[in-house]
């Protein structure tokens, strides 16, 4: 049999170009997810200012809430407590430890550009070589390029200061190094180093001494090898989470995608050659060498094209990363790994695809008698058989489920976990009872497209109805297409919209003054002198661990916290207050959203224990009360609170309300141009900030749902020409009987368009199911929001392919006479 299936692919490329092709694309994509996923398993940074250090400690960056058992990811550098030091230095087997200090500081005068400082002794841990003057003392500073005597400016919590450049020193860019005593003047917490470095004595086994600087406090992370590069760059680490979910749930649903499209593929295939099976059963060839045929056909097919999918899953894994860490997704600083076993996981899954596709192809045409075989052969199939019907009922029935569970329990941006999944649900349900969907919604498009297109049209629809089994194959890709693409990119649209609307329900600033160097206090004081201004008020974003009550309605992924200054009732903060006031908001206090109060009984006046985002718990007195969006809960605490436990401790931006009428934007640019760096906004920067996170994974969506229907369109389009092409003898006889070659071509128009109004239509409810209960949930209307242009596009897509995909094949067709024996 398999000599068989060779000579059977020798007479028989064009049915298998298309599995070809799904097989191609399916091994390059799985391949590329793998090679993103061992990325962020790896996280690979390798180290540059701490490449000298044996082993760096840093703080633990993440937290295990008292009853929890997820550890809760901190977004701000943990740092090192100053007095471990010596018990670091004291370990068995270190030869020596160096704590490092590190601060925001970007020069204005250095002719290289500089972000960092840290204290002169760290240098040694790169190392830094003096290649001009000498170490700094109080009031100096080494920088990578300079003039050694000459003078350098800084911006250092968002003031200028002045130094001395008492040397320049080669080693990794962008640092500067001040005095041990003015470091630990700048840095905003004296109190712990950003890290320490650790040298080990020579002959000493690395392992044993990593293991017993772990023991000296629960709190630090021991690092080394290529993760001591991790110490450097804090945020590569919270990158990993991300990289992996992302490329662990787009490669499921791209494994999923390509077994259903080799699957299509393959059953079309056997579809078409019916009769060929019929006479191979009807000679006495066994259902199990039916079997075996159809395999080795298969296989022959899938192991050139994954050994070809390969090579642009190589080029492709890079391509998405370039592409992730462009856009804030994944750290720019990790490198990118794509081992051996991206390559095996995308080989192993397109090959097994490949084989489960064939034998579900096989099923049918092996399991038939051989008396029916040649009957079967030329009659119309089944809509579906007994299997294909539990389960088609099974996944409407998840879809019905997630449905009520989107609706009824979810709440805010949670709902995505259940909505994402029900349009798998759907999709699959209707794919799988096809025919009893396409005929049901023919029967709806049937009548206005036969009264606009007469005779043509009265033939399309003959055509379809005793062919419904065959147009509900090329009904179902284009279903699967519309459906899948615009409830991914709705929901992502839809969801945008709601962050926004409900941030910007109660933002009352009228102006915003942002710098990314930081402001001093003494903008926010000119700000507040400014003639019209009502109010100003220190605006600072983190995210913390709620410790006490344990019951908090946030997730184990942190608490949002925005940090603002004590305000009347005329202030900028973005709530709208239930209880208490924001006056007292100065110190160790907190406003937290009604309903948190109301469900963990926390009310004013009593108190709630945090982990801020930097490790360091604080015990918070409640002040006041808000009301929130459900899902979009925050919590309010000083700015002053939340800065000091930030990596960078800056305060960027300051909100400012103004009096009714009063145009005070001349008066804010005046105070901008006086402070370097900052400079005044409206409140849509605010906005967009706020949906930033969003809008990153938006794009993320749009790129790789772009990727799947792309996929996807290989489906559609080879159903649609071979579907074409076997219709050959039916063009040949209308033209004998009379027919023109137009009047074919208006026929096959006619029916394309009702292919393309019936998987639109079925694609639409699909996706609707989906959307209209995840819009209820997290916003105040049930109808998704968005450009309707997406829907247009998509529209528009899936009826150029359905267009071309018909009528380019019949015109080639078309050429030949009717008698042709290409017509056989």
């Known amino acids: 049999m398999m000599r068989l299936a060779v000579r059977t692919l020798r007479f028989r490329k064009s049915g298998f170009i298309a599995t070809f092709v799904a097989v191609i694309f399916g091994t390059a994509i799985v391949m590329a997810c793998g090679g993103l996923m061992e990325t962020g398993i790896r996280s690979n940074v390798q180290p540059e200012r701490l490449a000298a250090a044996s082993l760096v400690v840093t703080g633990k960056q993440s937290h295990l809430r008292p009853g929890s058992e997820d550890a809760t990811p901190l977004p701000e550098r943990v740092g090192v407590p100053v007095e471990l030091l010596g018990k670091i230095r004291s370990a068995e087997g270190v030869s020596s430890a160096t704590g490092d200090y590190t601060f925001p500081a970007i020069s204005t005068s250095v002719a290289s550009s500089v972000a960092e400082g840290h204290n002169w002794s760290s240098a040694s841990l790169a190392p830094y070589t003096l290649t001009a003057g000498r170490a700094p003392r109080s009031g100096e500073v080494v920088v990578p390029s300079g003039t050694v005597g000459g003078r350098a400016v800084f911006m250092i919590d968002g003031t200028p200061k002045t130094f001395t450049i008492s ?10 190094f001040f005095s041990d005593q003015d470091a630990a003047q700048l840095v905003r917490n004296p109190d712990r180093f950003a890290d320490v470095g650790v040298q080990v004595a020579q002959g000493t086994d690395l392992d044993a001494v990593q293991k017993r600087l772990e023991t000296i406090d629960g709190n630090l992370t021991v690092r080394s090898g290529v993760d001591r590069g991790l110490a450097e760059h804090p945020d590569a680490e919270s990158h990993r989470t991300a990289l992996i979910s992302i490329a662990g749930s787009f490669g499921g649903i791209a494994v999923m995608t390509m077994m259903f499209v080799v699957a299509s593929t393959l059953a079309l295939s056997a579809q078409h050659r019916e009769r060929e099976f019929a006479l191979l059963r009807g000679i006495g060839t066994t259902p199990g060498q039916v079997r075996k045929m159809i395999l080795g056909e298969a ?7 994954v050994a070809l999918g390969c090579v642009p899953g190589i080029f492709l894994g890079r391509f998405l990363f370039e592409q992730l860490g462009s856009h804030g997704v994944a750290s720019p600083v990790v490198e990118f790994s794509q081992g051996w076993i991206p390559f095996a996981a ?38 579906f058989g007994w299997v294909r019907l539990f389960f088609g009922l099974a996944f409407l029935g998840g879809g019905l489920a997630l449905l009520i569970v989107t609706a009824a329990v979810m709440t805010g941006p949670l709902a995505g976990a259940t909505a994402g999944p029900s349009v798998l649900c759907w999709a699959i349900g209707v794919a799988l009872l096809g025919p009893f969907w396409t005929n049901l919604v023919l029967a709806f498009w049937r009548w206005p497209v036969q009264a606009l297109t007469r005779v043509n049209g009265r033939l399309a629809i003959r055509n379809l109805s005793a062919r419904s089994v065959a147009m509900s194959a090329a009904v179902m890709p284009v279903m699967l297409a519309v459906g899948i693409s615009t409830a991914n990119l709705y929901m992502q649209t839809t969801q945008v919209h709601a962050a926004s609307e409900a941030f910007t329900r109660d933002l009352r600033a009228d102006a915003v003054l942002a710098s990314d160097a930081g402001m001093s206090s003494t903008v926010l004081k000119q700000v ?3 003639p019209g201004v009502t109010s100003a008020s220190a605006f600072v974003r983190s995210t913390a661990a709620i410790d006490e009550p344990r019951n908090a309605p946030f997730d184990e992924d942190g608490a949002p916290v925005i940090g603002v200054d004590a305000q009347g009732k005329d202030g900028t903060a973005p709530v709208r207050l239930t209880a208490g006031s924001l006056t007292g908001l100065t110190g160790s206090t907190a406003a937290i959203p009604e309903y948190m109060a109301s469900k963990t009984g926390r009310g004013v006046g009593s108190e709630i224990e945090l982990t801020m985002g930097d490790g360091t718990p604080v015990k918070l007195r409640v002040v006041a009360t808000f009301a929130a969006e459900r899902g979009y809960e925050t919590l309010i605490l000083p700015a002053s609170l939340v800065a000091a436990h930030t990596t960078d401790g800056l305060t960027k931006q300051v909100l400012v309300r103004t009096a009714p009428g009063t145009d005070v934007g001349p ?11 900052v400079h005044v906004a409206d409140r849509s920067t605010l906005v967009t900030e706020n949906a930033a996170d969003l809008q990153t994974q938006a794009w993320v969506n749009y790129m790789l749902v772009g990727m799947l229907i792309a996929y996807t369109a290989v489906s559609v389009v080879n159903t649609l020409v071979s579907t074409t092409l076997r219709r050959r003898r039916e063009f040949a006889l209308q033209r004998l009987t009379g027919s023109t070659r137009f009047q074919v071509l208006r026929m096959l128009t006619t029916e394309s368009t009702l292919i393309t109004l019936a998987g639109i239509t079925l694609g639409t409810a699909v996706a609707l199911a989906c959307l209209i209960p995840f819009s209820a949930t997290i916003s105040t209307s049930a109808l998704p929001t968005g450009p309707i242009s997406i829907y247009l596009t ?8 359905t267009f071309t995909s018909t009528l380019l094949p019949a015109l080639t067709t078309l050429r030949h006479t009717p008698t042709s024996p290409n017509h056989d």
Do not use: D, F
């Open 167 to 176: 040397g320049v020193a080669s080693g990794p860019s962008g640092h500067a």
């Open 299 to 305: 296989l022959m097919v899938a192991l050139p094209a």
């Open 346 to 383: 995308g080989a192993g899954a397109a090959v097994l695809a490949a084989i489960g596709a064939a034998l579900i192809a096989a099923r049918k045409s092996a399991k038939i008698r051989p008396v029916e075989a040649l009957v079967e052969a030329s009659l119309q199939r089944k809509w």
């Open 528 to 530: 507040r002198a400014v």
């Open 667 to 677: 008066a804010l640019a005046k105070v901008a141009a006086a402070h370097p760096g």
């Open 794 to 801: 998509i529209a528009a897509t899936a009826a150029v392919l």
